[in-house]
């Protein structure tokens, strides 16, 4: 029960930290969402909503992914990165949504991991951003997040996935999964997290990774990053200016 107790601690200090989590791929349906989390793949969210306007402009259903030109949907995702591979993806998605579900995103676990570019992380994002059904997303991010913090010590998505739903109500896993990935981004980086201006400090296994000192807040990113520092305790006036304005990975 430590454990749980303090994962469910923890979730309820980032659910008040970042009460703007949300999925960072622009979408308006379910089929905009697994286009753009297919699209993701090696690329940040960013570069991903610079693309989408215009694609799915041009492809606004299965259909026409099915029976898209190839080149010319190469040239409008190209920079993506992996497009040719992606190209398959959405024009074999395209197919099988049409052939399969009269066009339309399935809306269970089951049906979604057997579509073409669609592995059980995207599978969740759709289901609970798409679809309201809560799905646990184990990103890069939320692998070592839950890991640094000592949630799990899992290391196939998998089984993180089921480890961590077994400490996090179920009701909370969409947004959860949200509010782990806006602070693994913001906050908790890879190589030198902010621990100094970090709001998870004191229930935090892993504190003292990064600096503990004030000046910690120098590392936080974002246009929150002074927000962030403030609800740390820490003084927001050492946020610089270019972290406040810089894109968050």
Excluded at 118 to 127: M, S
Excluded at 197 to 222: E, I, Q, R, S, V
Aim: aromatic content about 6%; charged content about 25%; hydrophobic content about 40%.
């Amino acid at each position: 029960m430590g454990r749980k107790r303090r994962a469910r601690r923890m979730a309820r200090i980032l659910a008040e930290t970042h009460p703007d989590a949300h999925c960072e791929l622009d979408h308006g349906n379910a089929l905009q969402l697994a286009v753009a989390t297919i699209l993701s793949a090696q690329c940040t969210d960013k570069r991903v909503n610079e693309v989408t306007p215009k694609l799915f402009a041009r492809y606004p259903t299965a259909a026409d992914y099915a029976g898209a030109d190839r080149a010319e949907l190469e040239q409008l995702i190209k920079p993506t990165g992996f497009f040719r591979n992606k190209t398959t993806s959405l024009i074999n998605l395209g197919q099988a949504l049409v052939e399969r579900y009269d066009g339309e995103v399935p809306g269970r676990l089951t049906d979604l991991v057997t579509l073409p570019g669609i592995g059980r992380k995207t599978a969740n994002v759709i289901l609970g951003n798409a679809f309201d059904v809560p799905g646990i997303t184990v990103d890069t991010h939320f692998q070592r997040l839950v890991r640094r913090w000592e949630w799990t010590d899992e290391t196939d998505p998998v089984k993180i996935e089921h480890a961590i739903g077994a400490l996090i109500e179920k009701r909370d896993w969409t947004m959860l999964s949200h509010r782990v990935i806006f602070h693994g981004r913001r906050v908790c980086h890879a190589r030198k997290p902010a621990c100094g201006a970090c709001t998870l400090a004191a229930a935090c296994p892993a504190y003292g990774t990064g600096p503990t000192d004030p000046l910690a807040a120098k590392l936080l990113k974002g246009p929150r990053a002074r927000d962030l520092a403030a609800a740390a305790g820490v003084d927001p006036d050492l946020v610089p200016a270019q972290a406040a304005a810089a894109d968050v990975p």
